[in-house]
Nanobody
């Protein structure tokens, strides 16, 4: 099994930036796509962005494309979410997740992901 732990959340003003990290332990994540999801207050968990197992492909939701960037460092068993130009509507709990598919690109459905972190709160003040 793999354990995922997010960090880097906090309070930031609108227009600011944050970088979230997701550290994996237990085994290597290098052969699995990774993704970030978020849960806005009172809403279902939604897809933010994903990165393929080798880092060659990324894709994002329309709401964050051009502002957020997913990256990974397989040697460090870590995945990152760089968030720029933050808006109040980005306020949410952010989760990283590991795909259950070997050597994939990472889909948008939560059901694809077998392992999840506990989440980190991001609050953007307007």
């Amino acid at each position: 099994q793999v354990q995922l732990v997010e960090s880097g959340g906090g309070l930031v003003q609108a227009g600011g930036s944050l970088r979230l990290s997701c550290a994996a332990s237990g085994r290597s994540i290098s052969r699995y796509a990774m993704a970030w999801f978020r849960r806005l207050p009172g809403k279902e968990r939604e897809f933010v962005g994903a990165i393929s197992w080798n880092g060659g492909t990324t894709h994002y939701s329309d709401s964050v494309a051009g502002r957020f960037t997913v990256s990974r460092n397989n040697a460090r068993s870590s995945v990152y979410l760089q968030m720029n130009s933050l808006k109040a509507e980005d306020t949410a709990v952010y989760y990283c997740a590991e795909s259950s598919r070997l050597m994939g690109v990472g889909g948008t459905a939560p059901s694809e992901y077998a392992y999840w972190g506990q989440g980190t709160q991001v609050t953007v003040s307007s």
